[in-house]
C-alpha cells in the first residue's frame, strides 16, 4: 500500500475480523498510526461490528451464516440450541429460554454449486432469500432463525428449499421441514 493511498472498507473489515495475513495487518497498523480519515473509518466498523453484535444479543436478527461463524460463537460459550436436518428431512424443535440462538443445519449437495437461495414457507407466506452463505466443504446450509420470534410463536410447521441457482438454471437440493414446538415460558 502507498503511503498517501487511504484503505477501502472491505479491507478494514477483513483487518478488523482478523482475515489479513500478518504483512498486510502490519502495514494497515502502520497506515492507521498516520492516517486519521482511516482511522475514523475504522471506529466506524467497529460500531457496526457492535452494533450487529447487540442485533444479534437481543435476538433480532435471522441470518444465514457460516460453519465458522458458528464455532466463533461456540469458542465464546453462547448458549446455543443446534439443529441437523438431513435432505428431504424434518425435525421436532423448541427453543428454551436459556438459548441465545437457535442453529439449523440443512444437509445438501454443494460440491460445483456457485449460488443458493433459500426459500422459505410459513403457512403459505413464502420468501426467498437470495446468494445465501455455504461452504461447499460442509455440505450444509445454516441458519440462524431470530429467537426472540421464536419464543413468541406458537407451535407450528415452516419448510424451506434450498434451491442451486446457477445463470437461468435451478436445480432443488433439497426440502427441510422444522416441527416448532412453543416451549411455555
Given at each position: 500500500?502507498?503511503?498517501?493511498?487511504?484503505?477501502?472498507?472491505?479491507?478494514?473489515?477483513?483487518?478488523?475480523?482478523?482475515?489479513?495475513?500478518?504483512?498486510?495487518?502490519?502495514?494497515?497498523?502502520?497506515?492507521?498510526?498516520?492516517?486519521?480519515?482511516?482511522?475514523?473509518?475504522?471506529?466506524?466498523?467497529?460500531?457496526?461490528?457492535?452494533?450487529?453484535?447487540?442485533?444479534?444479543?437481543?435476538?433480532?436478527?435471522?441470518?444465514?451464516?457460516?460453519?465458522?461463524?458458528?464455532?466463533?460463537?461456540?469458542?465464546?460459550?453462547?448458549?446455543?440450541?443446534?439443529?441437523?436436518?438431513?435432505?428431504?428431512?424434518?425435525?421436532?424443535?423448541?427453543?428454551?429460554?436459556?438459548?441465545?440462538?437457535?442453529?439449523?443445519r440443512m444437509e445438501a449437495p454443494l460440491e460445483g454449486v456457485t449460488r443458493v437461495d433459500a426459500i422459505y414457507d410459513l403457512e403459505g407466506q413464502s420468501r426467498t432469500f437470495h446468494d445465501v452463505p455455504f461452504d461447499p466443504a460442509d455440505n450444509s446450509?445454516?441458519?440462524?432463525?431470530?429467537?426472540?420470534?421464536?419464543?413468541?410463536?406458537?407451535?407450528?410447521?415452516?419448510?424451506?428449499?434450498?434451491?442451486?441457482?446457477?445463470?437461468?438454471?435451478?436445480?432443488?437440493?433439497?426440502?427441510?421441514?422444522?416441527?416448532?414446538?412453543?416451549?411455555?415460558?
Amino acid at each position: 500500500m502507498k503511503e498517501r493511498e487511504h484503505v477501502d472498507f472491505e479491507t478494514l473489515v477483513a483487518y478488523w475480523l482478523g482475515e489479513l495475513d500478518g504483512e498486510a495487518e502490519a502495514g494497515i497498523d502502520k497506515h492507521l498510526l498516520g492516517c486519521d480519515r482511516c482511522g475514523a473509518r475504522l471506529d466506524e466498523v467497529v460500531a457496526l461490528a457492535g452494533g450487529i453484535g447487540e442485533a444479534f444479543a437481543r435476538g433480532a436478527v435471522q441470518a444465514f451464516a457460516s460453519e465458522d461463524f458458528v464455532r466463533q460463537l461456540d469458542a465464546q460459550g453462547v448458549p446455543m440450541r443446534e439443529y441437523r436436518v438431513p435432505r428431504n428431512g424434518a425435525v421436532n424443535c423448541t427453543i428454551l429460554p436459556e438459548d441465545r440462538f437457535v442453529v439449523a443445519r440443512m444437509e445438501a449437495p454443494l460440491e460445483g454449486v456457485t449460488r443458493v437461495d433459500a426459500i422459505y414457507d410459513l403457512e403459505g407466506q413464502s420468501r426467498t432469500f437470495h446468494d445465501v452463505p455455504f461452504d461447499p466443504a460442509d455440505n450444509s446450509v445454516v441458519l440462524l432463525p431470530r429467537p426472540a420470534t421464536l419464543r413468541q410463536m406458537p407451535s407450528h410447521r415452516a419448510r424451506i428449499r434450498l434451491v442451486s441457482v446457477e445463470g437461468t438454471v435451478e436445480r432443488e437440493l433439497g426440502t427441510y421441514t422444522f416441527n416448532h414446538t412453543r416451549h411455555p415460558a
